[in-house]
């Protein structure tokens, strides 16, 4: 099974400032034949389920603010999010898709305002 | 809009069973995979089982394989999971979630999460 890594798990930010959250995968997410690393991003709000911010580790979903961005390929990923807002406050997991089950994701980076 | 709504969660004593479902709508239920997802109290997410859009395929995870079974009925747009033998460290929130992308039956993310219903197992 793969065993997805972040790190750090908490982190604490200025208001406009940048938060960059890693997922490190016990093995590459990218699958050759089409070129893509089968790598999501989720924010968690507290009280609420997740929400999906960022799929194939750098495709923004609908209605997700520039301010966050996906990169990494194979093994290492990264979460950015360019300009802290206080809604941004959340926990942040990645998850593998890679594959047959299971889909496991990381333990979660919890963010807050410095 | 797509809406997932679960329900049956409970207090439970360990050995003991509980039927959980989800309810959905917004979306052509029969085209999608869904997978139930837990939350173990402060604790991270964890994946438990998914079925097919048709319900012929089906994975779960290690930790509740032989235990949990899930199943779907697309005529009521409903997911279910059947815990059974269950223990203190199934308590958790239990969600059901929507693949983002119809008709596969694997390489699930998920796009739309129902709210969650607590299970809990203890004496």
Not at chain 1, 47 to 74: C, H, M, N, Y
Not at chain 2, 61 to 67: E, H, L, P, Q
Not at chain 2, 80 to 104: E, F, H, I, P, W
Request: a neutral charge.
């Amino acid at each position: 099974d793969f065993v997805m890594t972040q790190s750090p798990d908490s982190l604490a930010v200025s208001l406009g400032e940048r938060a960059t959250i890693n997922c490190k995968s016990s093995r590459s997410v990218l699958y050759s034949f089409n070129n893509k690393n089968y790598l999501a991003w989720y924010q968690q709000k507290p009280g609420q389920p997740p929400k999906l911010l960022i799929s194939w580790a750098s495709t923004r979903e609908s209605g997700v603010p520039d301010r966050f961005s996906g990169s990494g390929s194979g093994t290492d990923f990264t979460l950015t999010i360019s300009s802290l807002q206080a809604e941004d406050v959340a926990v942040y997991f990645c998850q593998q898709f890679y594959g047959t089950p299971p889909y496991t994701f990381g333990q979660g980076t919890k963010l807050e305002i410095k | 809009e797509v809406q997932l709504l679960e329900s049956g969660g409970n207090l439970v004593q360990p050995g003991g069973s509980l039927r959980l479902s989800c309810e959905a709508s917004g979306f052509t239920f029969s085209s999608y995979a869904m997978t139930w997802v837990r939350q173990a109290p402060g604790k991270g997410l964890e994946w438990v089982s998914d079925i097919s859009g048709s319900g012929e395929t089906t994975h779960y995870a290690d930790s509740v394989k032989g235990r949990f079974t899930i199943s779907r009925d697309n005529s009521k747009n409903t997911l279910y999971v059947q815990m059974n033998s269950l223990r203190a460290d199934d308590t958790a929130v239990y969600y059901c979630a929507k693949d983002r992308v119809a008709g596969r039956t694997i390489n699930h993310y998920f796009d739309f999460w129902g709210q969650g219903t607590l299970v809990t197992v203890s004496s």
